[in-house]
């Protein structure tokens, strides 16, 4: 039977911001293209911050187009991206490595550690001499990678009532407001998600009108509360499941000692911070909904709307071979044996993702694992739907 947007089930993708390991993403979400899930399910919404967000909205581009008749395979619209950006040219590849190995020492401690301002003199100094010794734009010029694979100023035609909603995540540097840019408000443009992946220590603030914006790192990483509430999505894009995309780790195996390892660490767990609240919060909706304790009415009239049941969250998590390799400068290089193979773990991952998830049978409910078990820590692609583990001690339910 051919499926309909009645039949399909609804999906909403959230996509964890974490650089250049977010090639990972631009893999999961290549397998998923590649396995027609946008034409076997019903994808309603994506949310992204930093690289999660430019992976989110690609995908989301490539639906817009697609929706129009437009034939290029979304799946390599997203990988055509990352082949731009990624260090190709010899002297790419040469001050990619030295970089990365610069700041190794730097963490390790063999180097000192020195701190410029991006809006320094010595930095735009620094910045303009690369782009001139670098003949390549897209390698240094990520605005003109996004534009050169985006059209911006056809945006507003290719969105219509029935297109799926884009939520990318950052955070206004002076009100200290989690700023949520959406597609719903026709507030994606190329700033915004510049503004998402505006690290403040590699770059500027971006200003949009009178504000300034950082890295969606500082705000949710990645914005899901926003992916199950009618006031941002709209109601008819509440989804049945959420789709969660994680760079980050949630656990790892042993007490990290090393003085790079500690801030590798510490980089992965501030990551995970907002996320784990945001499923938390999901979860106590869940719950709301499963034990009717609250009115329907006030749920509605809280939210915007109230799901008809219980929305499942499932996960990909990178292979933990692949995980255990990485650390923070990973998340800053660029070269293309390290992007290929992030990309090749993504693809592997969300095909297996896809198969666990098409062995499910139809009308039971797949097994929860229990909170910080086995699968939840694995780093596997896991189709089951997952629970995080509470925080200690616990936190009161969200206002």
């Known amino acids: ?48 911050t930093s690289g999660g967000a430019i992976c989110a909205s ?44 610069m700041l190794r020492l730097v963490g390790r401690g063999t180097l000192p550690h020195v701190e410029i301002s991006p809006d320094s003199p010595i930095s735009q100094a620094i910045m303009t001499s690369l782009a001139s010794f670098l003949p390549r734009p897209f390698f240094t010029d990520l605005k003109a990678a996004l534009e050169a694979h985006i059209d911006f100023k ?31 408000q026709g507030e994606i443009q190329v700033e915004a998600i510049l503004a998402s992946a505006a690290v403040p220590n590699l770059f500027p603030a971006v200003q949009i009108g009178n504000d300034y914006y950082w890295d969606g790192l500082c705000s949710d990483n990645p914005p899901v509360k926003e992916l199950v509430r009618a006031v941002y999505v709209g109601v008819e894009n509440l989804p049945d499941e959420l789709w969660v995309i994680q760079i980050n780790p949630t656990a790892v195996k042993s007490v990290p000692t090393g003085a790079s390892e500690i801030g590798d660490r510490r980089n992965q767990m501030i990551g995970n911070v907002s996320l784990m609240q945001s499923l938390e919060f999901v979860e106590f909706f869940n719950w ?23 929305i499942t969250v499932r996960f990909v998590h990178m292979s933990p071979e692949l995980q255990e390799t990485l650390d923070y400068v990973s998340k800053l290089s660029r070269q293309p044996s390290h992007i290929h193979r992030l990309i090749a773990d993504g693809i592997k991952q969300g095909r297996e993702f896809l198969s666990n998830l098409s062995k499910e049978r139809p009308g039971t409910s797949p097994t929860t694992p229990a909170a910080g078990g086995a699968e939840a820590t694995a780093g596997l692609a896991a189709a089951t739907p997952q629970e995080i583990p509470p925080p200690t001690p616990a936190s009161p339910p969200p206002s």
């Open 58 to 101: 690609l995908a989301w581009y490539g639906l817009l187009k697609g929706a129009q008749g437009d034939a290029t395979p979304i799946q390599k619209r997203i990988i055509d991206f990352w082949e731009d950006i990624v260090a190709r040219l010899p002297q790419e590849v040469y001050l990619d490595s030295f970089s990365s190995e």
């Open 288 to 310: 709301v909904l499963t034990e009717k304790l609250l009115d329907r009415k006030a749920v509605i009239a809280k939210f915007g709307a109230a799901p008809p049941k219980p």
């Open 1 to 48: 039977m051919k499926n309909t947007d009645t039949t399909r089930t609804k999906i909403a993708i959230a996509c964890q911001g974490g650089g250049s390991q977010t090639a990972f993403t631009a893999g999961v979400l290549s397998a998923f293209f590649e396995k027609n899930v946008h034409i076997d399910k019903k994808i309603v919404s994506l949310s992204g």
């Open 154 to 184: 056809e945006l507003p035609g290719l969105v219509t009532a029935d297109s799926p909603v884009l939520i990318v995540g950052a955070a206004n540097v002076c009100t200290g407001e989690l700023k949520k840019f959406s597609s719903l």
